[in-house]
């Protein structure tokens, strides 16, 4: 058994360290209020239980509250006092510099909680360290003076997650949809430099990789840019190309179709070389946090404005789901899934149906998702009924990064606007903290959901009040120069953040284990699905009253909860302890998704949680885990049919691992020791995660860099719908 130490460093779980503390304590109360030898040791040994029972590793407070509760079980309440009272003054002592620990441990890369929170960061490279060190000051800052302190004590207690703390000291925002074709056709400046309007494909994709770059550094969430924006270059180089070809043939007096054919050629070539600089770009850049931009690239095709840049569109696209398929080569020079970027494929008319015109693309892109675990789809069909503008006009465009939605928007105009809009910033609601805390009394649940709604309600006006007064000069690509807007210099950011242009998210997580909680039955029982239903409708309710107040556009979102999840349920089993069904795993559910664990088909599954999705304006995913598909395309494509009918946002969980040791590219397994769960080749049973590759689907993203054990355990206990 492990015990995670309050710097983060894990070591092994010692029971004279128990016994050592409470016998301090001990000695300092009078011989008649001691605690013998014996009810030292009995304390001692049940803590060691206690800790056990959790199966996982425990944190230092954790195994001190045990302790002061066996203590006060003994009747030594003086000794519990000296106890209580040493805990207290250590506390005060640590209050006094809460970073230099922490970042110590960074720094020698032996801080198991960081290593494992975000599972596409290296914790040991020089520059994800310097951002986990400044996240650690702004951290430190946030909690002593930013935030009041009931938001900081919600946050600690896992009652809420105020979202990005270690990014909050700054002027940031979370995600966004990038204006590519704003900064392609009318020029933008990267670093003081002026970079005009491309004159080939190629370019424009090396241009859109530095504008990636720069944005992803300049904001800490995910954002997304459009292949559309891209394809009228498609068109500069074919005329340019047949230009060059004109010329070299000029003596030969070939005709213009042999032109047009050898130009043809020569721009697919030119196609392949500016897709691969996307992907090499994307996968190899590291930004100023220290990891590859979270960038999710859109392929939809009712966005080309003519048929010939449909045609040009439906090319990007092919070559895109191409080079994905390939994969990357990793080290040892063995093709393997890269995590971004992340692509969105459209289900559309045009290419959902055998037949169709663009059929051929969705079988591409059904033979990437069975080998490299992307793309996700978005149904226009269902999208088209769900977003819906003032006009009463719907609406299909991509989610910013992994799943943030922007609401409908109309400009001043009277057009619809998506490119250039983002979002401030989410906090999320613990609802089974809700459930547990009103003891299963029905009025006390919505009493309790009141109050928590309201100070997240409070905790995101403390990040919208944040950005309120932003200069565009804190980020020229982002506010001055087509990324976000085009703002003067000196302007304020402050008419960006009202009516509707941005949005603002309450996040939400474990309504299966509320609902569980509050009637005894999943939400997928169709006696607790009415519940279930109503939580959702009921935060909807506040988002639109918050809404009519600011004049912000509040929207309910699906948190992905990477490593959230195990904080999650880590404060209910503290503040509840293990309730079979609710607490007794080290992970909650994400969003409004049928637990892990239960046994329900794909089919069922999407249907099901079409009407929670639908209830999430402000974005979420839903997924189906299925086995290795890469020998039956034909049921991926059924899925993808069926996703077309029924939900407008969904994916397909697959696998795509790799050993370095002995090269066995099957599924690398999850299997535990000593209460720790690990990664091992099933082969060659190597456990050292340098040496493989593993690729897992985690919260709408890809994760390759390992989870914390609570996410570990919810991936180890997923069950196939396939």
């Not at 928590?452 to 200069?471: Q, S, V």
């Amino acid at each position: 058994m492990k015990i995670i130490k309050r710097n983060g460093a894990e070591e092994g779980f010692d029971l004279g360290k128990i016994v050592n503390a409470v016998r301090k304590a001990n000695n300092e109360v009078s011989e008649e209020n001691r605690l013998t030898e014996e009810q030292i040791a009995l304390i001692a040994e049940k803590v060691k239980e206690l800790a056990g029972d959790l199966n996982r590793a425990v944190n230092v407070e954790e195994v001190q509250d045990f302790v002061e509760n066996q203590i006060m079980d003994q009747k030594a309440f003086a000794v519990a006092r000296k106890y209580i009272t040493y805990r207290y003054t250590r506390a005060l002592i640590r209050r006094a510099n809460t970073t230099d620990a922490q970042i110590l441990t960074l720094i020698e890369c032996n801080n198991e909680e960081v290593k494992q929170e975000n599972s596409n960061k290296n914790p040991t490279v020089n520059s994800v360290q310097r951002d986990y060190m400044a996240g650690e000051v702004s951290k430190d800052l946030t909690r002593r003076i930013l935030l009041p302190r009931e938001i900081v004590e919600a946050h600690d207690e896992g009652i809420i997650h105020f979202h990005d703390a270690d990014y909050f000291a700054q002027h940031m925002h979370n995600c966004d949809l990038v204006n590519l074709e704003d900064m392609l056709q009318n020029g933008t400046v990267i670093s003081g430099t002026f970079i005009e309007k491309p004159h080939s494909f190629s370019t424009a994709c090396n241009i859109a990789t530095q504008i990636i770059a720069q944005v992803a550094s300049n904001q800490y969430g995910g954002q997304s840019i459009s292949l559309t924006h891209l394809a009228p270059f498609v068109e500069v180089s074919r005329q340019k190309i047949r230009a060059e070809v004109r010329e070299e043939l000029a003596d030969v007096g070939v005709m213009e179709d042999t032109v047009n054919r050898i130009a043809e050629t020569r721009l697919r070539e030119e196609i392949k070389k500016g897709i691969q600089t996307i992907q090499y770009q994307v996968v190899t850049l590291l930004t100023t946090n220290g990891q590859a931009p979270f960038v999710t690239v859109f392929m939809y095709l009712g966005e080309a404005r003519n048929e010939r840049e449909r045609s040009d569109l439906a090319m990007i696209i092919e070559e895109t789901l191409n080079q994905r398929i390939q994969g990357v080569k990793n080290e040892s020079g063995v093709w393997v899934t890269p995590a971004f970027p992340k692509l969105i494929y459209v289900l559309e008319e045009d290419n959902v149906r055998e037949g169709s015109r663009y059929w051929y693309l969705t079988e591409l892109a059904a033979k990437c998702t069975a080998k490299r675990m992307v793309p996700d789809y978005i149904s226009e069909k269902k999208m088209l009924e769900y977003k819906v503008d003032k006009n009463g006009e719907g609406h299909c465009y991509t989610c910013m990064g992994c799943r943030s939605f922007l609401t409908p928007y109309v400009d001043e105009n009277g057009k619809p606007k998506y490119y250039g809009r983002f979002n401030q910033g989410v906090v999320t609601i613990n609802l089974p903290d809700v459930a547990l805390s009103s003891g299963g009394d029905m009025e006390k649940f919505w009493e309790i959901f009141d109050e928590r709604l309201e100070l997240c309600h409070r905790a995101l006006m403390e990040r919208h009040n944040r950005l309120k007064g932003t200069l565009s000069d804190a980020a020229p690509i982002l506010w001055q120069y087509g990324a976000l807007a085009r703002l003067k210099k000196g302007e304020t950011i402050d008419k960006l953040l009202y009516g509707g242009y941005s949005t603002i998210s309450l996040g939400y997580a474990g309504l299966y284990e509320c609902t569980k909680y509050m009637t005894g039955k999943s939400h997928t029982d169709p006696e607790a699905k009415p519940f279930a239903l109503s939580v959702m409708q009921y935060m909807n309710d506040k988002c639109k009253g918050w809404k009519q107040m600011h004049n912000i556009d509040f929207s309910l979102y699906g948190t992905p909860l990477e490593s959230t999840t195990y904080k999650f349920a880590k404060a209910l089993q503290k503040r509840f302890g293990i309730i079979e069904g609710v607490t007794d795993k080290s992970y909650i559910t994400n969003s409004y998704h049928v637990h892990v664990t239960e046994e329900i088909d794909a089919f069922t599954k999407l249907k099901f949680e079409s009407e929670f999705q639908q209830l999430s304006p402000g974005g979420a995913i839903s997924y189906v885990e299925v086995p290795n598909m890469q020998d039956n395309i034909p049921a991926v494509l059924s899925v993808m049919q069926y996703i077309y009918d029924n939900i407008m946002y969904a994916e397909l969980n697959t696998k795509s691992d790799y050993c370095q040791v002995c090269g066995y590219d099957g599924e690398i397994k999850i299997v535990e020791e000593d209460g720790k769960l690990l990664w091992e080749c099933p082969h060659c049973h190597n456990r050292d995660q340098s040496k493989m590759n593993v690729a897992r689907r985690t919260c709408g993203y890809i994760g390759t860099q390992y989870w914390n054990q609570g996410r570990t355990q919810e991936i180890r206990d997923r069950v196939l719908h396939l």
